[in-house]
């Protein structure tokens, strides 16, 4: 796959319908090695393809750079939590997983409630369903629990500490996501093969356009 033709939106699409649920690729591999870019299309081929592959590891060092940033500040901490909880309800598999786990919880003491927090049934019209799926989290549309847990980790970042701090935090993990995604030279060798599978399953009419 060319990455190069690949565009920013394409990318942000495949980022959140991918699944997220795969545990982050190893430390030695991460930091494996590293080389200059020779030219400015291999830079913006390779800085897409390390953001997608390594995007577990990047997600991880953000959030643990904002808690390192606030170690001292319990809020904080728990600001950097629900701030990490409201991006990660943007993934579909997250969100639709999120909502089973909880269902599952509730249902243990309320089977009631359980059935109130199923996503409704999503009609099927000409023996076709809708082409924009809808993801719904305890019963409720996504956007109602994204806007909740950002509202929550906002207030918790106004008060709990600066918000300039905040954002020399996050502006230090996006460049250190940044560096190492430009520099990571792509593991291509032996996992290329199963990366391409991956991405087209995500992207599945990428190669119909």
Known sequence: MDWGNVTAEDLIDA??????????RPVSEFFARFTVPRSYSKWNSRLKCNLYYYRTNYFIM??????????????????AVLTGLSIAFL?????????????RMVRQF??????????????????????????????????????????????????SCRLLTVLWA????????????????????????????EFRAVWRNYSEL
């Not at 953000?62 to 600001?79: D, N, Q, S, T």
């Not at 993934?91 to 269902?103: G, I, L, P, Y």
């Not at 502006?171 to 391409?196: E, M, Y």
């Open 170 to 197: 996050l502006i230090i993990g996006i460049l250190a996501t940044t560096l190492h995604a430009s520099f990571r030279t792509p593991n291509l060798k032996a996992r290329l093969n199963k990366f391409r599978e």
């Open 62 to 79: 953000v959030i643990f750079i904002l808690g390192i940033a606030f170690l001292r500040k319990p809020l904080a901490i728990v600001a």
């Open 110 to 159: 309320s089977p009631h409630l359980a059935a109130k927090l199923r996503p409704p049934i999503t009609p099927v019209i000409r023996g076709r369903p809708p082409t924009k799926r809808v993801i719904h989290m305890c019963g409720q549309p996504r956007w109602v629990f994204v806007l909740a847990f950002s509202a929550a980790s906002c207030f918790l970042w106004l008060t």
């Open 15 to 24: 980022l959140r319908e991918v699944d997220w649920s795969s545990p982050p």
């Open 91 to 103: 993934n579909d598999s997250f969100a639709v997983a999120f909502n089973e786990k909880v269902t």
